[in-house]
T-cell receptor, first 114, second 117 residues
Framework: NAGVTQTPKFRVLKTGQSMTLLCAQD?????MYWYRQDPGMGLRLIHY???????AKGEVPDGYNVSRLKKQNFLLGLESAAPSQTSVYFC?????????????FGQGTRLTVV | AQTVTQSQPEMSVQEAETVTLSCTYD???????LFWYKQPPSRQMILVIR??????QNATENRFSVNFQKAAKSFSLKISDSQLGDAAMYFC??????????????FGQGTILTVHP
């Protein structure tokens, strides 16, 4: 039982390059999220999904795209990376049993765009 | 739009003392949850406590308790008998459990807590 796994853990990109971050969860959760964490800014929501095949924009969606083709995977894409996208990215998935709920997070991906 | 505000970038407390971290939120929804998460230097996110908006009773988890003021849209975290292991970044979070932004989970800016021995 791995929980939430993010791939890769570290990456350095050149400006203009593209990449995809993979988030995989083995807990059968419906809800999944992508955040970025920057000093003094807290965790800012990029995109989220409330079920397989669904996606919705968060607070800072520009420059990112997402897909949720399979329930267990939530992909975050950067089509043309910019230095402003240098950040630590966190994925989360969330339980929901009709009463209680809790979000579980991956270990984070440190992305540097040069 | 839902927003979460933590107005204290940094707080400090002496070991064994009590500290309160502040959080306010803005929403027009009636169905929601509030959380406090802890992030130690390892970057792992750990759930500290959860509050359902429909419950009037404040949630407690051992040394951690909240003061949930629904009308004021305030959700503070009290840590009693502070321990060195409590040192971390603390995030307040809001989950929309209904309405057009159903499932949206928003975090505040975080408060860095330092515990002095």
């Amino acid at each position: 039982n791995a929980g939430v796994t993010q791939t890769p853990k570290f990456r350095v990109l050149k400006t203009g390059q593209s990449m995809t971050l993979l988030c995989a969860q083995d807990m059968n959760h419906e809800y999944m999220y992508w955040y970025r964490q920057d000093p003094g800014m807290g965790l800012r929501l990029i995109h989220y999904s409330v079920g397989e095949g669904t996606t919705a924009k968060g607070e800072v969606p520009d420059g990112y795209n997402v897909s949720r083709l399979k329930k267990q995977n939530f992909l975050l894409g950067l089509e043309s990376a910019a230095p402003s996208q240098t950040s630590v990215y966190f994925c989360a998935s969330r339980t929901w049993n009709g009463v209680n709920t809790e979000a579980f997070f991956g270990q984070g991906t440190r992305l540097t765009v040069v | 739009a839902q927003t979460v505000t933590q107005s204290q970038p940094e707080m400090s407390v002496q070991e064994a003392e009590t500290v309160t971290l502040s959080c306010t939120y803005d929403t027009s929804e009636s169905d929601y949850y509030l959380f406090w998460y802890k992030q130690p230097p390892s970057r792992q996110m750990i759930l500290v406590i959860r509050q359902e908006a429909y419950k009037q009773q404040n949630a407690t988890e051992n040394r951690f308790s909240v003061n949930f003021q629904k009308a004021a849209k305030s959700f503070s975290l009290k840590i009693s008998d502070s321990q060195l292991g409590d040192a971390a970044m603390y995030f307040c979070a809001y989950l929309n459990a209904g309405g057009t932004s159903y499932g949206k989970l928003t975090f505040g800016q975080g408060t860095i807590l330092t515990v002095h021995p």
